[in-house]
């Protein structure tokens, strides 16, 4: 069965700190990871893409097979990351994706 | 350019009324996906389309549920005989490849 865990639904740090947001997966094959991100009063929107290997807006993730995880970090926060993260999966290709229930992430100034 | 765009943005509706929502998305995306967000849960697929091929329907939860895609524009997406259970956030989304581009969602309350 294909499943997307987030197991913080709350996580607040303080501004400056590091920051991880963790993701699990199940998926049978080689999925597509990840992560959207929707900040206040707008739309959901992707933050990055495993395969990529991008770092955007400072944020970095990793994918570990061998743990079937996908978290995602940041080793100084900002105010402005305050927003709600979704870890997603799909299949190779354009495909739906499965997302995990999110974790809403505060920045404390 | 324009982003994806869906309307109504909210829907109060009464047990047992059928609802049609629709989604504009995003010019040339050949792909179109509809999810559904119950309060305080993650995004859940409801259906997708792409071009030309037999949409997926595997995420539809009822025979209530149906939509549609005219070409590789406009998708409606009807709820028949509304439930409470049925209120939720609706949100579409549009593709090209792999990045998803989702609109401001439908917000379905069912009283």
């Known amino acids: 069965a294909q499943r997307v865990t987030q197991p913080e639904k709350l996580l607040s740090v303080f501004k400056g700190a590091p920051v991880e947001l963790k993701c699990n997966y199940s998926y049978s094959g080689s999925p597509e990871l990840f992560w959207y991100v929707q900040y206040s009063r707008q739309r959901l929107q992707l933050l990055l893409r495993?395969?990529s290997r991008e770092s955007i807006k400072g944020f970095t993730a990793d994918l570990n097979k061998g743990e079937t995880s996908f978290h995602l970090k940041k080793p100084f926060a900002q105010e402005e990351d305050s927003a709600m993260y979704y870890c997603?999966?799909?299949?190779?290709?354009?495909?739906?994706?499965?997302f995990g229930q999110g974790t809403r992430l505060t920045i404390n100034p | 350019g324009a982003g994806v765009s869906q309307s109504p943005s909210n829907k109060v509706t009464e047990k047992g009324k059928d609802v049609e929502l629709r989604c504009d998305p995003i010019?040339?995306?050949?792909?179109l996906y509809w999810y559904r967000q119950r309060l305080g849960q993650g995004l859940e697929f409801l259906i997708y389309f792409q071009g030309n091929s037999a949409p997926d329907k595997s995420g539809l939860p009822s025979d209530r549920f149906s939509a549609e895609r005219t070409g590789e524009s406009v998708s409606t997406l009807t709820i028949q005989r509304t439930q409470q259970e049925d209120s939720a956030v609706y949100l579409c989304?549009?593709?090209?490849?792999?990045?998803?581009?989702f609109g401001p969602g439908t917000r379905l309350t069912v009283t």
């Open positions: 010019s040339g995306h050949t792909a």
């Open positions: 495993h395969i």
């Open positions: 997603a999966l799909s299949g190779v290709g354009a495909q739906k994706l499965v």
């Open positions: 989304a549009s593709s090209k490849r792999y990045e998803q581009y």
